[in-house]
């Protein structure tokens, strides 16, 4: 998911042996460059002659409503590797994302409000196949991009639950190289004695007001409570 780690986990995983890096870390083909076709997404990959693994860590994947079915039609074996944070923590670092860029003009409050008016008919849209992107859908998806098991659900249909490997950020960011260790070997790599562990696309912005925790922390309850089931998971989230 966007703002869990994922290009700390991309720099990690890109120091082990047996692991080549993409020419970019986030190719983002199956959303945003599907139409460039399959050419134009292996041409990201490999050195030649290089043995290897493959990864691409592009965060949108997950939430739009095409990609799953797309990657699994074209890469029916291949794993995938999911980072969760908590949803609170995840829509505000997202939001100050967003503005630190000047993709975002309103207060954190109003963004939030404005949320299902500016991107509920573009993911219906998006899911019909009736437009090829949407930035409003893309960058101001706070709310959206947390419900995590309406995205999950999607994937589980398509993909066993053999192929997934899932992260949580609290415990990545407590434990970098347990978890780096970890994803290793649901790659059926070796692990390693250590790497240049050092955070990724971290940035500091104002604390939350608690009457927006408190707001965050009612909304994703009952979302929370439906991925822990999904996924027979205790998240303490809450």
């Known amino acids: ?91 505000y670092s997202h939001y100050w994302h967003e503005r630190d860029k000047r993709r975002e003009s309103l207060s954190v409050e109003a963004a939030l409000e404005a949320e299902s008016a500016r991107n509920d008919e573009a993911g219906k849209q ?45 415990s990545f960011v407590k434990r970098p190289l347990e978890t780096l260790n970890a994803a290793l070997g649901f790659l059926d790599l070796p692990p390693v004695a250590s790497a240049r562990l050092e955070p990724r696309n971290t940035r500091r912005y104002p604390s939350m007001q608690p009457e927006t925790a408190q707001r965050l922390q009612k909304y994703f309850a009952p979302h929370n409570a439906r991925l822990e089931q999904l996924l027979d998971l205790s998240l303490n989230w809450n």
């Open 1 to 91: 998911g966007q703002k869990c780690g994922t290009s700390s986990l991309h720099n990690y995983l890109t120091q082990a042996p047996g692991v080549i890096a993409p020419l970019r870390k986030e190719v983002h083909y199956f959303d945003l460059h599907y139409e460039k076709g399959e050419d134009w997404y292996r041409a990201h990959f490999g050195r030649m002659g290089e043995p290897g693994l493959n990864i691409d860590a592009s965060p949108y994947y997950i939430f739009h409503p095409l990609v799953a079915d797309r990657m699994q039609s074209l890469l029916p074996g291949a794993r995938l590797i999911v980072l969760l944070r908590d949803p609170v923590t995840r829509a």
């Open 126 to 170: 998006l899911a019909a196949g009736e437009i090829a992107r949407s930035e409003e859908h893309r960058l101001h998806s706070y709310l959206a991009r947390g419900r995590y098991a309406d995205q999950l659900e999607r994937w589980l249909a398509l993909y066993p639950p053999r192929q997934f490997h899932f992260i949580l950020f609290e």
